[in-house]
């Protein structure tokens, strides 16, 4: 089955700084990623998603990178806020089929 | 509220009990899932509907999970004779055929077996 893993599980900024969190996955065939954002008991929330056929998508402070070559994603937040201290999950799919997620990446921004 | 709701949010239950949770998920989605996850992990699919049919379910499902979505709106999952691995946040999800891709999360319900 598909295979979603993320670089780091920790990553600490500082209020103001960009953040870069990083996501490799397994499955070439996949088409559609998503970002979620999801804070302590709470269900994901949608941040940001990219088609297989881009590279690069822009949102309000966030930015996420598609490297197809390497199986690479990324999500870049422009200057960081402490409301964005959260577990990141990125996640992909294939056609209309099932997202599937990796172990996710705490960030804590540090005031 | 448009959102996916979720009911209950904790539940706490003895080993052997049966539970069953509620989600209602958005009403224009004729797509709704079901995702478990445990603490540090992501979710991991369980099972989807599409209106009321059930077109998928994990190897997660064991004989003691069971989901229905009887008239294509809300869905229920039930767990039968709770061990306490089934500890974990139970998540559904709505999604719209044709309406991209992604979908929208509840909150949860959060399950312990003691």
């Known amino acids: 089955g598909e295979s979603v893993g993320l670089h780091l599980p920790t990553l600490s900024v500082q209020e103001g700084d960009n953040s870069i969190i990083n996501c490799a996955y397994s499955?070439?065939?996949?088409?559609?990623f998503i970002w979620y954002k999801q804070e302590s008991g709470k269900g994901p929330q949608f941040i940001i998603d990219?088609?297989?056929?881009?590279d690069k998508r822009q949102g309000q402070r966030v930015t996420v990178l598609l490297n197809k070559t390497v199986k690479h994603l990324s999500l870049q937040i422009a200057a960081t806020q402490p409301g964005d201290s959260a577990v990141y999950f990125c996640?992909?799919?294939?056609?209309?089929?099932?997202?599937?997620f990796g172990t996710g990446t705490r960030l804590t921004v540090i005031p | 509220d448009t959102g996916v709701s979720q009911d209950p949010r904790h539940k706490i239950t003895k080993r052997g009990q049966n539970v069953t949770f509620r989600c209602d998920p958005i009403?224009?989605?004729?797509?709704l899932y079901w995702y478990r996850q445990t603490l540090g992990q992501g979710p991991e699919f369980l099972t989807y509907f599409q209106n009321e049919a059930q077109l998928e379910k994990s190897r997660l499902l064991s004989d003691r999970f069971s989901a229905e979505r009887p008239k294509g709106s809300f869905s229920t999952l039930e767990i039968q004779r709770t061990e306490q691995g089934d500890s974990a946040m139970y998540l559904c999800a709505s999604g719209r055929i044709g309406g991209g891709y992604g979908y929208t999360f509840g909150s949860g319900t959060r399950l312990t077996v003691v």
């Open positions: 990219i088609r297989s056929n881009m």
């Open positions: 996640a992909e799919q294939t056609g209309a089929n099932n997202l599937f």
């Open positions: 499955n070439s065939a996949s088409d559609y």
């Open positions: 009403s224009e989605h004729n797509r």
